[in-house]
């Protein structure tokens, strides 16, 4: 008589049902492995400009002022992805993985097509781009040269956040975790080698971080489509679901297209956010990108939780569920509440010390520091926009986050930074804009989502 094997606790969590048994336990469950893989790459990213900042303030600028365009670029991935992880959401939740799998085919295609794109269009025009900055010479140099080399490689960071977020909506966090933590292993391992030039490699400076970064992501592209073509996640995708499929690609657009506006105009927002700072010179530019890299950390598991939401929002609405996927995002705003208030308490006392990790200059250090006190003013509006944004969009309706997104940036953001800027409160005014409209939109989010009518949104 054969044996009979117990399932693996992998095996469980692939064929768990994530509409039935205990809401926060399955809230949890889901968010844990992606608060640790968005804690990941945050880190990744500090360690980065820990490195970059041996190189000094013009570099940590350029460095600073590129991010900002990447997460231009970046958003139009963001939004695309919005409508591919609703739909695969809502597929698994009614049953039908292969219908999801060939939502992630096409997510794939989608991915290959605009890092075409991407990267044709940034590596010929990067110069002309930075240049929108009006950054000093040397801010310019250090920029350029780090865009140069995250544009060339842009084919395998598309590939890599497509295969991730499809597995992931498709209630598998866990592998999109271990493939995360293998490339951030890479990333650390190979930055300071690169950057300072240590044992028998080049000393590329801010090109170096670049590279461990692009390096890492393809090596985690290639892992991500055997797991997905060899059925080691929920999702199993054979050749016929990379056939173009009209059908499919127009649900995704109407989804995404929404999100994607909504990101790209945020993201201009803070390239014109961005240029209201560069008049107070490279030290408050500097101070402004490690604080903004910082508070990526503080925001981590906020922003797992809030996507732990709302894959469970895409389960429950396609499970026809609505009151599981309401009582998901509320547990997940207490929680994410809770954790920013302690984020909040440890700024306060210790703001200086934690830039300190980043650069020894006494001016710097200060600046940012007292960057960090004004933001901690809005870190529990940030729980609710950003859980319930997330939730509204987990289940397809995204045209309202543009709306208030809009709202948001270029109603009180933007102006509110200019005149305050040209206050008395100077360069601190342009960082009480940003709380100001952090609880602008956490109004917005919650009285929308309070509606309801995200309950019967067809996808």
């Not at 292969?98 to 075409?116: E, N």
């Not at 950054?135 to 040269?145: K, L, N, P, Q, S």
């Not at 809770?338 to 308490?345: A, D, E, I, K, N």
Request: with cysteine; hydrophobic share 55%; glycine share 12%.
């Amino acid at each position: 008589m054969s044996e009979i094997r117990s399932p693996t606790k992998k095996e469980s969590i692939l064929k768990k049902d994530w509409t039935k048994g205990s809401v926060i336990g399955n809230l949890l469950l889901l968010s844990w492995p992606m608060v640790l893989m968005e804690s990941l790459w945050v880190v990744s990213q500090i360690i980065d400009l820990i490195w970059v900042g041996r190189l000094g303030s013009n570099s940590i600028a350029g460095v600073g002022i590129a991010n900002v365009v990447l997460m231009l670029v970046y958003s139009v991935d963001m939004g695309l992805l919005v409508g591919v992880r609703a739909m695969i959401a809502r597929f698994v939740g009614s049953g039908d993985i292969s219908g999801a799998s060939r939502v992630a085919g096409q997510a794939l295609i989608l991915g290959v097509s605009c890092g075409l794109v991407i990267t044709t269009v940034g590596v010929i025009f990067v110069e002309p781009i930075f240049g929108l900055f009006g950054a000093d010479r040397a801010v310019f140099i250090e920029g350029t040269a780090y865009l140069r080399v995250m544009f060339a490689g842009w084919i395998g960071m598309e590939l890599l956040v497509m295969g991730l977020y499809a597995i992931q909506s498709s209630g598998d966090t866990v592998t999109p975790m271990v493939i995360e933590a293998l490339i951030r292993v890479i990333h650390i391992a190979l930055c300071p080698f690169l950057v300072l030039g240590w044992w028998i490699f080049p000393r590329l400076g801010v090109s170096g971080a670049a590279l461990s970064n692009v390096l890492a992501q393809a090596l985690g592209a290639i892992a991500l489509l055997y797991i997905l073509f060899k059925g080691r996640s929920r999702l199993h995708l054979a050749l016929k679901d990379l056939r173009f499929t009209p059908n499919i690609i127009w649900r995704i657009l109407k989804i995404g297209v929404p999100a994607l506006l909504m990101n790209l105009q945020s993201a201009f927002g803070s390239i014109l956010f961005m240029k209201i700072i560069i008049p107070f010179k490279t030290m408050a530019v500097s101070a402004h990108s490690l604080a903004g890299r910082i508070e990526m950390f503080l925001f981590v598991p906020g922003m797992g939780l809030g996507t732990g939401a709302g894959v469970l929002v895409g389960h429950n609405l396609g499970a026809g569920q609505p009151g599981r996927a309401q009582k998901s995002a509320w547990l997940s705003v207490g929680l994410v509440a809770g954790f920013m208030v302690l984020c909040g308490v440890v700024i306060l006392i210790w703001a200086e010390d934690i830039i300190g990790i980043f650069s020894n200059e006494a001016d710097l250090i200060t600046l940012g520091g007292t960057f960090l006190r004004i933001a901690v003013a809005g870190y529990l509006a940030s729980s609710l926009s950003t859980v319930l944004q997330s939730c509204i969009a987990g289940a397809g309706d995204t045209l309202p986050n543009l709306v208030v997104s809009i709202a948001v940036v270029w109603l009180v953001q933007l102006p509110l930074a200019y005149l305050l800027s040209r206050t008395s409160l100077g360069i601190y005014g342009i960082r009480w804009a940003l709380v100001a409209a952090t609880f602008a939109g956490a109004i917005a989010y919650t009285t929308y989502f309070i509606i309801g009518k995200w309950k019967t949104k067809k996808v």
